[in-house]
């Protein structure tokens, strides 16, 4: 079973506590996989990494795979130039982030 979070909004300075704060209960949802659907998430400052920071350490500790579905153009960029997308399973979307998984995500971190 997979935790499927859907976030809306900025991730910064005055909304990142909203989404630290639901990191344990993501965990206890599911052993196997995040998915997070970031489609809506349009930016994310250094409040908002940090967040993905401490989300990424918590599903290695616990052996979880940690999903990233819709990325946006900026979002991304942030991701990326900071190196937290190497931390992550990419998709376009949570149907695809869902039949990756099922068939055994077999194709890395990378997107499809």
């Not at 909004?9 to 209960?25: F, K, N």
């Not at 130039?81 to 990419?90: A, K, N, P, S, V």
């Not at 099922?102 to 499809?112: F, I, P, V």
């Given at each position: 079973?997979?935790?499927?979070?859907?976030?809306?909004?900025?991730?910064?300075?005055?909304?990142?506590?909203?989404?630290?704060?639901?990191?344990?209960?993501?965990?206890?949802?599911?052993?196997?996989?995040?998915i997070?659907?970031?489609?809506?998430?349009?930016?994310?400052?250094?409040?908002?990494?940090?967040?993905?920071?401490?989300?990424?350490?918590?599903?290695?500790?616990?052996?979880?795979?940690?999903?990233?579905t819709?990325?946006?153009p900026?979002?991304?960029?942030?991701?990326s130039?900071?190196?937290?997308?190497?931390?992550?399973?990419?998709?376009?979307?949570?149907?695809?982030?869902?039949?990756w998984l099922?068939?055994?995500?077999?194709?890395?971190?990378?997107?499809?």
């Open positions: 079973m997979y935790a499927i979070v859907t976030v809306e909004g900025p991730i910064d300075l005055a909304t990142h506590e909203v989404l630290g704060d639901r990191v344990p209960e993501m965990l206890e949802l599911t052993d196997v996989a995040v997070m659907d970031l489609s809506a998430v349009k930016f994310c400052d250094s409040t908002g990494l940090r967040v993905f920071v401490r989300l990424i350490r918590e599903v290695r500790l616990r052996g979880i795979s940690l999903v990233v819709g990325l946006q900026r979002v991304e960029r942030s991701l130039i900071t190196g937290l997308d190497q931390e992550m399973h990419r998709r376009p979307d949570v149907d695809s982030a869902l039949d099922e068939k055994g995500m077999s194709r890395g971190h990378g997107q499809a």
